[in-house]
């Protein structure tokens, strides 16, 4: 067995479960982050990142055994290593521009470390090309190796979905792609063995491993707007959506997801801007028509409602997960946010509830925090991530407290006990 010793640059969401499945196979892991809270938390046995099943105890045993610390020097910790994992989240504006500066300044702090032999993998999804033509260029401009000669360079995207990261690094092929043919050998060897044999399936190139993320997410986003497509047309003609949806795909041929009132977080919305961002004119067209449906949802949502209460304008509405999912702390390109700008432009008062959220957190996206104990008074009701802790709502007290009308945004409770609560249902396509 090859003896790899790993460096992890970046240990967020992803890359401090990265770091501890890498401990769990036996290998010495330093995890480097420019934050030195998160950096003190690691060294102490303990995971800054919640709601991750297994993380907890893993960041602890691998502490506990010498096979994890952490660090803020990201050149000292390459310097002592022989494979490098760059996790560092790519940030994206509103407008889903690329801001590579995070990910530009962990890869100069590789370079100044980076030694003869050393193995360089990306895992941050990018743009196809980027591994090749930025980072590789980037990393021989500071160290004075060459990618491919005296190092070796590749990308494999992570694959994994928050809350369930353990699961998904065993039963998902790990897919790699390297500048040459042998960066490509040995990334699938590291992984191999640092995966503790998960299947790794190589690709022709880095190019062609980058390109497999964004077709991944692209392809849900479309398929989505698809579902959305579905849901407003069986709506306009009083059908059940989910109930038609559901006999399509029990033919195998089919393959339709959920309708919803919003598609958020760092993936989904944000990809597939990095291939349609860099296309030319005719290309990635349904991929551009696909993002323009899924961020109208949350608007057609709002018109429903607002035809169901004769406007909404004074209206004060209640706004159940202010997180882009279910169970998962994560406001990025949420539609609770959405919701909330929209509902303010409306004239509306939009009132957020979220257990995973304090009310100073709420407050600071411009809406009231609400408590389900002590309820106020409402109008309407949204459900928008539908949290395990929603599954007991009292609907009776909701309605007691003035509301009228539920929209389920995501189509996730039961209709009839709503309107059992003398209150009016209203489902995205239901």
């Known amino acids: 067995m090859a003896e790899f010793t790993v460096a992890v640059v970046g240990l967020g969401k992803i890359g401090l479960p990265l770091a501890a499945r890498f401990a769990q196979s036996g290998l010495r892991v330093t995890g480097c982050d420019i934050n030195p809270d998160v950096v003190a938390e690691v060294n102490a046995g303990r995971s800054h990142v919640k709601q991750e099943s ?22 000292s910790a390459v310097r002592e290593s022989n494979v490098v994992v760059v996790i560092v989240p790519v940030v994206v504006d509103e407008e889903r521009n690329v801001d590579y500066r995070g990910i530009d300044a962990a890869t100069r702090a590789v370079a100044e470390g980076l030694q003869r032999g050393t193995l360089v993998l990306y895992e941050t999804t990018l743009p196809v090309g980027t591994t090749r033509t930025r980072f590789g260029p980037a990393l021989e401009g500071v160290s004075g190796l060459r990618a491919g000669e005296d190092f070796c360079l590749a990308f494999s995207p992570e694959r994994v ?56 997410t692209t392809y849900r986003d479309v398929n989505i707007a698809l579902a959305n497509e579905f849901a407003r047309f069986a709506s306009a003609r009083g059908l059940p959506v989910d109930q038609a949806i559901a006999a399509a795909n029990s033919q195998p041929f089919s393959h339709i997801h959920r309708p919803g009132i919003a598609v958020g977080g760092h993936c989904i919305p944000v990809y597939p801007y990095f291939l349609i961002n860099y296309a030319g004119e005719s290309e990635m067209n349904l991929p551009r028509l696909s993002r323009r449906i899924n961020d109208d949802m949350a608007h057609w949502a709002l018109q429903r409602l607002s035809q169901e209460l004769g406007g909404l304008e004074g209206k004060r ?8 999912r279910e169970n998962v702390k994560e406001p990025i390109f949420s539609g609770g946010v959405r919701l909330i700008s929209l509902l303010r432009e409306a004239g509306a008062v939009p009132l957020v509830n979220d257990p995973l959220f304090t009310d100073d ?40 407290s003035g509301c009228s009308v539920v929209l389920d945004g995501r189509n996730s409770i039961d209709p009839m006990a709503v309107r059992a609560s003398n209150m009016t249902y209203l489902g995205m396509g239901r």
């Not at 297994?54 to 050149?75: H, I």
């Not at 509405?317 to 882009?324: N, T």
């Not at 407050?363 to 395990?388: F, K």
Request: aromatic residues 8%; negative net charge.
């Open 161 to 216: 979905y928050s809350g369930r990261i353990f699961r998904d690094l065993e039963q998902y092929p790990k897919v790699v792609g390297g500048t040459t043919p042998e960066c490509t050998r040995r990334a699938a060897e590291f992984y191999r063995v640092a995966l503790g044999g998960a299947p790794v399936m190589e690709m022709q190139d880095a190019d062609t491993a980058e390109l497999v993320k964004l077709m991944e």
């Open 54 to 75: 297994g993380l907890e105890e893993a960041v602890a045993s691998a502490v506990s055994q010498g096979l994890l610390r952490a660090t803020t020097d990201t050149a």
């Open 317 to 324: 509405v209640l706004v159940l997960g202010l997180s882009y």
């Open 361 to 400: 957190e709420i407050a600071a996206y411009g809406a009231v925090p609400a408590s389900l104990v002590d309820l106020p008074a409402i109008d309407a009701a949204i459900v928008q991530a539908y949290h395990n802790r929603y599954r007991d709502v009292d609907w009776h007290a909701l309605a007691r």
